[in-house]
């Protein structure tokens, strides 16, 4: 516990400490963390610069579930009682830095999560788009629709990362838990972007490794990644964007697309055994089809806002396999949610999303797993939403001897959202 206080402690100090260099106005080719930021995908590309010096913004998240689920199964494996309860306080701390024209740094950190209840970075990135660093004027037209991100960093795989809660950053998210299948991975690497007109290129590499180490070099290859797109508004009632991504590696000592978010599902304890806990069993809810040492996923997501009505979906194939498996095996994932904002400004809205997997189970079986959300939301302030959620969650073809047999998770949810 004086470990915890003791960095607790460290983190104020330093917030107090970089306070006086913390500007309130926003940076340049950056997504706002608050209401703002909603239905904003990759960082915008500013036509004018407003930098006049390096500027130091401190920011971050914290968010509280109240949880009311309950779960079953065949009962060939006993469940984990639960009851109706908070579940950890969650915190991020975020640092966003104007290095130059054009040039920012982003870094976060976990301050609390339900895998770690101490502090541990995420990860963090270099973003270019501009290049009068190096010289004035150089590549100034390309740079018009060029942007370079380099880092240990989130990759852009699909769009349902741009939308999912990212341990307390959950403004984004209209609804408490993310994706059956919830791609979501941190590597190093870098990515290019070239943007112009609504339409969108990405090409990214990274070395395809969660842990970064230097050990065991014949283990894993290089990750490669790429995105298409349009995203343009049509006129002033009707936004349109479609995308289509890919990720993939053809040798990985541990492919963690599915599992790589340790910060955990906000499902607690659902469909776990009686020696469960909640830090170590931390992905409750969630579904990975164990492509450990190989993959090539696609995803495609369309997007349509009209007025305060918006549609978000996902088609999603992945298909891999583990260094002991002779033939590939395909999860496919599908998803659609459908939000209305209404009010002054938005500022309420309520929202469904259906969501299923279907995939070839590493234990032989051909599964499938169904989940259904109910929810809406208020936004108190532009950076304080209160969310409900009713969710319910059924699995289907898994053997009589599996914990999930015949199994179901359901109930509501409540969650708080402070983003600045």
């Known amino acids: 516990m004086r470990k915890y206080v003791k960095q607790g402690l460290l983190v104020a100090a330093f917030l107090v400490g970089l306070s006086g260099f913390s500007q309130n106005r926003q940076l340049d080719n ?28 401190v920011g971050g998240s914290s968010t509280l579930q109240f949880q009311a689920l309950n779960h079953e199964n065949s009962g060939a494996v006993d469940l984990i009682p639960i009851g109706d309860n908070f579940n950890l306080a969650t915190a991020n701390l975020d640092l966003d830095v104007a290095l ?13 999560s339900r895998h770690h209840p101490e502090p541990y970075v995420k990860g963090g990135y270099f973003q270019v788009d501009n290049l009068d660093f190096i010289s004035p004027g150089f590549l100034e037209e390309a740079m018009k629709y060029l942007t370079i991100k380099v880092g240990h960093m989130e990759n852009n795989y699909g769009d349902t990362h741009f939308r999912r809660s ?30 112009k007109n609504g339409f969108i290129g990405m090409f990214g590499l990274s070395n395809g490794k969660l842990n970064q180490a230097v050990s065991n070099p014949e283990t894993t290859g ?45 499902y607690y304890l659902v469909m776990e055994d ?22 090539t996923a696609f995803m495609i997501n369309p997007f349509v806002k009209y007025k305060g009505l918006e549609f978000f979906g996902t088609f999603e194939t992945s298909s891999g396999k583990t260094d002991a498996e002779t033939d590939n095996r395909t999860a496919t994932q599908l998803a659609g949610e459908l939000i209305y904002r209404f009010g002054n400004d938005e500022n309420f809205y309520l929202g469904t999303r259906y969501n299923t997997v279907t995939s070839d189970d590493p234990s032989g079986s051909e599964i499938t797993i169904d989940r259904f959300q109910l929810g809406g939301g208020v936004f108190l302030t532009k950076n304080i939403l ?23 998770f359901k109930g509501v949810l409540l969650e708080a959202v402070i983003s600045f």
Do not use: C, W
């Open 274 to 295: 009686t020696e469960a806990r909640a830090s170590s069993n931390f992905r409750s809810g969630r579904y990975n089809p164990g492509f450990d040492n190989e993959i």
């Open 386 to 408: 209160a969310k409900i959620e009713y969710v319910n969650q059924q699995y289907d073809g898994f053997d009589t001897t599996s914990i999930f047999s015949e199994g179901e």
């Open 100 to 112: 130059a024209k054009g040039v920012r740094m982003h870094l976060r950190t976990y301050l609390s």
């Open 222 to 266: 290089a990750s490669i990644l790429a995105k298409l797109g349009y995203d343009g508004q049509v006129n002033e009632d009707l936004r349109l964007r479609i995308t289509g991504s890919m990720y993939s590696t053809g040798k990985s000592g541990r492919v963690y697309l599915y599992s790589a978010d340790r910060t955990g599902s906000r």
């Open 166 to 195: 990212d341990n307390s950053q959950a403004m984004y998210n209209p609804f408490v838990g993310n994706l059956i299948m919830d791609a979501f991975t941190t590597e190093v690497g870098g990515e290019v972007y070239f943007r």
């Open 30 to 57: 950056f997504r706002s963390p608050d209401k703002n930021g909603i239905n904003v995908f990759e960082a915008p590309k500013d036509t004018v610069s407003t930098f006049d010096g390096i500027k130091v913004r």
